[in-house]
């Protein structure tokens, strides 16, 4: 009888993709918020957005409870919406109101410091808040 081995690799497979699905780097799969998202935070954003800082707009991205916590302009996330998220809006060219982050210091100390996000990084943001914008 071959349905117990049947029922097993039913059982096995799909969780051992659902195992190596879990461990993503970019460029494959979506982004995790601690390998993926927060290293884009802390190289370009928690200068300013940090909760002990200078922290503009209310808006404190240490951590994911405070990024879903949002900032004067109300939710910086709409899970699942990257086009509806003011996180995806403000990276980008035009943004709804104020500048495209991260905001340019004014006086710059270092020329080799890229000013905008990468299309890289700001697709690393779309895609984490498609999947559902989890602390994963
Ligand atoms: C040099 C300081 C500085 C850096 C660096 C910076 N910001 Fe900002 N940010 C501001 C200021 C000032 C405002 C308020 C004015 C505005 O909205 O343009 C703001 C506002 C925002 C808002 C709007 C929040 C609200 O509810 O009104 C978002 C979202 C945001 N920033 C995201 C980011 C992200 C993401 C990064 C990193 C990629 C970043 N910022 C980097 C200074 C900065």
């Not at 461990?23 to 601690?34: I, Y």
């Not at 922290?55 to 086009?83: F, I, Q, Y």
Request: charged share 25%; proline share 10%; aromatic share 6%.
């Amino acid at each position: 009888m071959n349905v117990r081995r049947v029922v097993l690799v039913g059982l096995v497979v799909p969780s051992f993709l659902g195992l190596v699905g879990m461990q993503k780097t970019p460029g494959e799969g979506a982004p995790t918020f601690k390998a993926n998202v927060m290293p884009i935070f802390e190289k370009y954003c928690l200068p300013c957005h940090a909760e002990e800082s200078f922290n503009p707009s209310a808006l404190s991205l240490d951590d994911h409870a405070l990024l879903m916590k949002g900032g004067e302009h109300g939710a910086a996330v709409v899970p699942g919406k990257p086009e509806e998220s003011l996180l995806v809006k403000k990276v980008r060219a035009d943004p709804p109101f104020g500048e495209r982050m991260p905001m340019r210091p004014k006086r710059r100390k270092s020329v080799d410091r890229p000013v905008q996000l990468s299309e890289e990084d700001v697709r690393v943001l779309q895609e984490w808040i498609k999947a559902g914008a989890k602390n994963d």
